[in-house]
Nanobody
Framework: QVQLVESGGGLVQAGGSLRLSCAAS????????LGWYRQAPGKERELVAT???????YYTDSVKGRFTISRDVDKNTLSLEMSNLKSEDTAMYFC???????????WGQGTQVTVSS
């Protein structure tokens, strides 16, 4: 059974930094695409960044140059390093995973990031 558990959210001032972590169990990192989504109040959930089983990374345009996705295969941990945070980054952030062959998607419970201006 796949389990994804986020941590690291919080309140930060605009321009500050935060690091989100996702502890994953029940998967092999090299066979899964993992990523982060976010959802702000009243808005649809949007993709933030992904990392493939081979290590290829994708970022949505609004976070390029500010956010960095990484993984630790030995520790089964996915991370999102966020810097130069803006008020528009305020959202619930969700860890996400899906096997490279497709199929069932797995979600964490979410961690709140609030950026004060």
């Amino acid at each position: 059974q796949v389990q994804l558990v986020e941590s690291g959210g919080g309140l930060v001032q605009a321009g500050g930094s935060l690091r989100l972590s996702c502890a994953a169990s029940g998967i092999f990192f090299t066979t899964y695409t993992l990523g982060w989504y976010r959802q702000a109040p009243g808005k649809e959930r949007e993709l933030v960044a992904t990392i493939s089983g081979a290590g290829s990374k994708y970022y949505t345009d609004s976070v390029k140059g500010r956010f960095t996705i990484s993984r630790d295969v030995d520790k089964n941990t996915l991370s999102l390093e966020m810097s130069n945070l803006k008020s528009e980054d305020t959202a619930m952030y969700f860890c996400w995973g899906q096997h490279a062959m497709g199929g069932v998607q797995s979600w964490g419970q979410g961690t709140q990031v609030t950026v004060s201006s």
